[in-house]
């Protein structure tokens, strides 16, 4: 009543007056509770005191009220303190302990030497008090012990309490302040825990232990190189240590330089698969390999790294490989080039974000900051991104590109010709499916954004991933022709060959070599990269890789002009966009006709065909040069047929052949068997070892791989065919003892031969060479009787 008297009657300017009277009043009041053993009540009046003389300034007081100071005899100092002392006794006796000794420390930590020494004796009898409450007849070692137990069972802010009161009770030791740290520690309290860590190295600076709290709780305040020091410490005193346990226990733990070898050989890995420069995203600039490992080992994730690795165990996990890989996860653009674009020289040494954002410029920033603000830390884009004066990193660039591409999270395709909120269709009308290098970009890629000109995801499609998008693979389908599973799931190699080709097939690029040069990663090969070679000796060279390690020959199946590095090949990829010729026959069809020739063809004859067939050996092609092993039919009439002008069309027999219809803008001689020419001409089925139903040959070796080149070939051997080899290994004339399965495969193998068969038609240069005569259309030939082909028809040819 009298505090609310006084709080209505004071004047406004005099209330820090009020404030100090009301104190001296509660004081009253609060010693009156406590003698009445009201501690509640009396807590709340010193707690009332305590926080009121904490918020008012005693110096203010005193200069402005110096004449209330003289009349009443005001010490805030001493009111303070008697306030501090009754609400401990009152918790006390509440039997709050807990509160009581957080009020003690409070008390402790906010009094001067002088005001601790004149309470000397009433702490004493407080903590002999608060001791009792914690323990059985005032045992601190119980306190600690059951602290301890509060430890053990993850009970860490009751261990806290329990280790503090300990500690506040006199009762301190190294143990207490190393458990009461890891209790801190496991309650993230970084740097409480630090003090008790430090307080246990002051206690025995020879321990290890404070050194590994001490390391623990700099690492959970991010405080890394900190950490590694203390950790070093910590090592450096598990190895003077005289105690064999703690030698011992040095061994389970490893040293930062052992971890920073693991983080090098880790980086290593992880690059090996990346581009060589790389654009900073974060600071903008354009790094080199060198100046991306610095970036790593300079970086808050190395220093994290370093800090958290310390157990032998640790280096074998996944976890340091883990890191180092989300550090360096990198985003690509695949995009169509404009008339300007940012270059090397543009950009070198200099912040990307700084520069004038027009043409190309924009571009690039826009891509960077998209990239950084999903996440990324690196980014690569063509125009900028290769030293094309330097022939090794161009070289290296080149072939490693379709792989840069594979191993990046994130490939960001920028529609530069498609406009904001565009309608379905919009990406299939785009030139972005025109262009050789995109190709490679889109398939190699695992993660694909579209993006509209304004960099907004195209028809809004924010999921992850546009490769897992129906409408957006569906319309890309329609646009290339590749059904959208190879879109997503394609693997590089030389398997389906002439598929890939064809889907090159209507695809441009601006310099003319790299049609060819962007479809290396495709196929999974690695060749030099000569500028100025021209397109056909550079498509010329990949065709030359295809056959020689497939041995695949389907990439002879093409219409249109012969290439000048070899007759066999085309001079332009256009010539894929036919589909080869397939005339698939179903199983029943094939059973039929193997029943039919079951009691016409000779056991024997038969499988003196398949043996011979099945030992052929695959095509070699080396040096613009190919040994094509195959079924030949001599040419025996070419006559040019009237009335057609579009080209020539020529009327043609051969041995073993239907009459047939050959289209070219060649002039062939024209003979017949009755008006004979010098020059010999042949119409062949080059060998397809798939029909046998053998393994594909693009997963085995080649000649080409064991070691063996045109150079190892002799000249008895060029142009010879493999008759003699190959019969030396059939049956001769010995009666074939041929059991039902075999006789089966020799007869489908029969039927395959009997179908229409794409053919090239090839004419004799030298002796034993041979160049093949393009043709405007397929020359589809077929044989007049499938157990009519001669084994003296299989041979090897040199094809120049």
């Known amino acids: 009543m009298h505090i609310q008297r006084l709080a209505n009657v004071c004047p406004k300017a005099d209330i820090p007056v009020c404030h100090i009277v009301e104190a001296y009043l509660r004081l009253q009041l609060g010693i009156d509770a ?30 402005t009220y110096e004449d209330f100071v003289v009349l009443f005899g005001w010490n805030l100092k001493e009111l303070w303190q008697i306030a501090s002392q009754r609400r401990c006794d009152a918790l006390l006796r509440a039997g709050m302990p807990r509160e009581a000794h957080e009020s003690y420390r409070y008390m402790m930590d906010m009094s001067d030497e002088a005001t601790k020494a004149s309470c000397l004796d009433w702490s004493t009898v407080f903590k002999q008090k608060c001791s009792a409450l914690y323990a059985v007849d005032g045992d601190t070692a119980a306190l600690t012990a059951s602290g301890d137990t509060a430890l053990d069972a993850n009970n860490y802010d009751k261990a806290i309490e329990l280790y503090s009161a300990s500690i506040d009770l006199d009762s301190a030791t ?19 825990a630090l003090l008790d860590a430090q307080k246990v190295v002051e206690l025995n600076p020879s321990s290890y232990l404070g050194y590994k709290l001490i390391h623990a709780a700099l690492h959970g305040a991010q405080r890394y190189d900190e950490a590694i020091e ?24 490893v040293s930062p330089s052992e971890v920073e ?31 991306q490992i610095n970036a790593f080992q300079t970086s808050v994730e190395c220093k994290e790294l370093l800090s958290s690795t310390t157990k032998r165990a640790d280096l074998h996990t996944e976890r340091i490989r883990g890191v180092v890989a989300m550090y360096f996860r990198y985003v690509m653009l695949s995009h169509r080039w404009e008339k300007t674009e940012a270059l090397l020289h543009h950009i070198q040494d200099k912040v990307v974000y700084e520069l004038d954002g027009l043409g190309g410029t924009a571009k690039l920033q826009s891509f960077c900051k998209i990239a950084r603000d999903a996440g990324y830390f690196w980014a ?29 999270a994130l490939t960001m395709v920028y529609l530069a010709d498609v406009p904001p909120s565009s309608k379905p269709g919009a990406l299939a009308n785009s030139i972005w499916n025109t262009r050789g290098w995109t190709l490679p970009e889109f ?40 059904d959208a599973r190879a879109l997503t799931t394609f693997r590089p190699g030389m398997r389906d060959a002439r598929e890939m080709l064809q889907w090159a097939s209507k ?105 011979l067939l099945e030992n052929m050996n695959v095509p070699l092609f080396a040096n613009c040069r190919l040994r094509l092993p195959c079924i030949t039919f001599r040419v025996t009439e070419v006559r040019r047929m009237r009335g057609r002008v579009a080209h020539s069309t020529y009327g043609v027999k051969a041995d073993g052949l239907q009459d047939l219809l050959i289209t070219t803008d060649q002039t062939l001689i024209q003979f017949s068997r009755t008006r004979s020419t010098q020059q010999t001409f042949f119409l062949v089925r080059p060998w397809d070892r798939r029909i046998l139903g053998l393994p594909d040959f693009s997963e085995q070796l080649t000649f080409a791989d064991e070691g063996e080149s045109v150079g190892d070939w002799s000249e008895s051997e060029s142009g010879s065919d493999d008759t003699d080899k190959s019969s030396s290994n059939s049956p001769g004339k010995e009666e074939l003892s041929v059991d039902s399965d075999v006789h089966s495969r020799s007869l489908r193998l029969m039927v395959h031969l009997g179908q229409a068969f794409s053919a090239l038609l090839i004419a004799q240069q030298h002796v034993g060479e041979y160049k093949r005569v393009a043709s405007d259309q397929y020359i589809i030939a077929q044989v007049k009787d499938p157990a009519s082909i001669d084994i003296m028809n299989i041979r090897t040819l040199d094809i120049l």
């Open 34 to 63: 406590f003698d009445g053993a009201y501690e509640n009540e009396a807590d709340e009046h010193f707690a009332v005191i305590i926080n009121t003389i904490a918020s008012t300034s005693q110096s203010a007081i005193h200069s």
């Open 174 to 192: 190294e143990a207490i302040f190393a458990n009461r740290s890891k209790a801190r520690l496991a309650k993230l309290l970084w740097e409480d």
């Open 230 to 253: 203390a950790f070093q410490v910590m090592l450096s005193k598990l190895d003077n240590s005289a105690d064999p346990q703690l030698r011992d226990l040095r061994q389970q733990h």
């Open 261 to 291: 070898d693991v983080i090098r050989m880790a980086i290593f890995v992880e690059l090996s698969n990346a581009p060589l420069r790389l654009l900073h995203i974060s600071a903008g600039r354009l790094y080199n390999r060198f100046a």
């Open 380 to 408: 690569w884009m063509d125009t900028c991104c290769i030293d094309k004066a330097n022939n090794v990193e161009l070289q290296e660039s080149v072939n490693s590109m379709f792989i840069w591409y594979r191993h990046s």
């Open 443 to 482: 398939l190699a890629s695992k993660v694909i954004h579209f993006y509209q000109s304004d960099w907004t995801p195209y028809l809004d499609d924010r999921s992850p991933n546009h490769k897992e998008s129906p409408a957006i693979m569906q319309e890309l389908e329609d646009v290339t022709g590749i």
């Open 507 to 611: 695809r441009g690029t601006t310099i003319q070599e790299d049609i060819a040069y962007s479809l290396f990663g495709t196929f999974g090969v690695h060749l030099p990269v000569i500028y100025g070679e021209k397109k056909q000796n550079a498509l010329g060279r990949l065709l030359q890789e295809i056959v020689a390690r497939s041995g695949d020959i389907t990439s002879l199946d093409w219409v249109g002009q012969s290439s000048e590095f070899n007759s066999c090949l085309p001079a332009d990829i256009i010539s894929y966009a036919t589909p080869r010729y397939s005339l698939p026959l179903s199983e029943d069809e094939i059973q039929a006709a193997v029943s039919s020739l079951r009691n016409i063809v000779p056991v024997d004859s038969a499988w003196k065909l398949y043996d």
